[in-house]
């Protein structure tokens, strides 16, 4: 779908959604790291976003994601607060690893692979995993994640660098004593 | 020294491939967000409401307005 480059008043919302929808699940994935209910908050986001789209086009063009990502930030916290305690990782495992095709063994090895890339994700603490998930599935550049995350870029392809050498040391594409 | 790099090189190579399957897979599917966006649009926009003066202003004019209407119709009786 292309995206137009500016948004005329009466498509706003529609304008801005496919936009910016894609950096905004990947914001609240880095933090809630769970398919569904990631979907669930990016859901209740938007819902306050189209609420409020009279004060969304009072804002400039260039900072409405900075808007949005404030609405997800605290529909995050609610989702927290909301949430009962429980243990969806083998779920989620069942329905988002990629199948390979043909050979068995190979099948059980890939799904092995990113079980232990999901797992190495997870063990990550927030500051080097939201970054990651910005970069990984938002496609943002460190300057772009600079913005929204509020530190600097520099900050940013080091907690990026960290987060992947902790994850090749996890999944043992690396040495540990490797510094 | 080479070695190394090509080592290096080879694990970045290996690990951006791991992680473009690891954020396709846990990508939100086309369906889901084609859903969430048309979700949010059945909600009700928040519309301002006018000041409380709009209001008295209103409740006064109406009663003015059946006032002068009931004295009108009188008027006219006789």
């Not at chain 1, 069942?94 to 890939?110: F, K, M, W, Y």
């Not at chain 2, 519309?47 to 009663?63: E, H, M, Q, S």
Request: hydrophobic fraction near 35%; aromatic fraction near 8%.
């Amino acid at each position: 779908m292309t995206i137009p480059q500016r948004c005329d008043s009466s498509s706003l919302f529609d304008c801005v959604y496919q936009r910016h929808y894609r950096v905004v699940y990947a914001y609240i994935f880095g933090q809630v790291q769970e398919a569904d209910a990631s979907a669930d908050v990016l859901q209740d986001t938007f819902v306050r976003v189209w609420r409020h789209v009279n004060d969304l086009s009072a804002i400039p063009q260039d900072r409405q994601l900075y808007w949005i990502l404030g609405i997800a930030r605290n529909q995050t916290r609610d989702y927290y607060r909301r949430r009962v305690v429980r243990n969806r990782v083998e779920q989620n495992y069942n329905v988002s690893l990629v199948q390979a095709a043909g050979d068995p063994h190979e099948e059980l090895q890939t799904k092995e692979t990113q079980s232990a890339v999901d797992a190495a994700i997870r063990a990550l603490p927030p500051s080097l995993r939201v970054p990651l998930t910005l970069s990984v599935m938002g496609g943002l550049n460190s300057k772009e994640i600079a913005g929204i995350l509020e530190r600097p870029a520099g900050t940013v392809r080091y907690q990026i660098a960290e987060a992947r050498k902790r994850i090749s040391r996890h999944i043992g594409l690396q040495d540990g004593s490797e510094e | 020294m080479k070695k190394s790099s090509e080592h290096d090189g080879s694990i970045d190579a290996q690990l951006n491939s791991l992680l473009t399957v690891w954020a396709q897979s846990n990508a939100l599917p086309e369906a889901r967000a084609d859903a969430i966006q048309r979700g949010a649009k059945l909600e009700v926009p928040r519309v301002d409401l006018p000041p409380k003066w709009w209001f008295g202003f209103a409740r006064n004019l109406t009663g003015a307005l059946t006032e002068a209407s009931r004295s009108w119709s009188y008027a006219g009786r006789s």
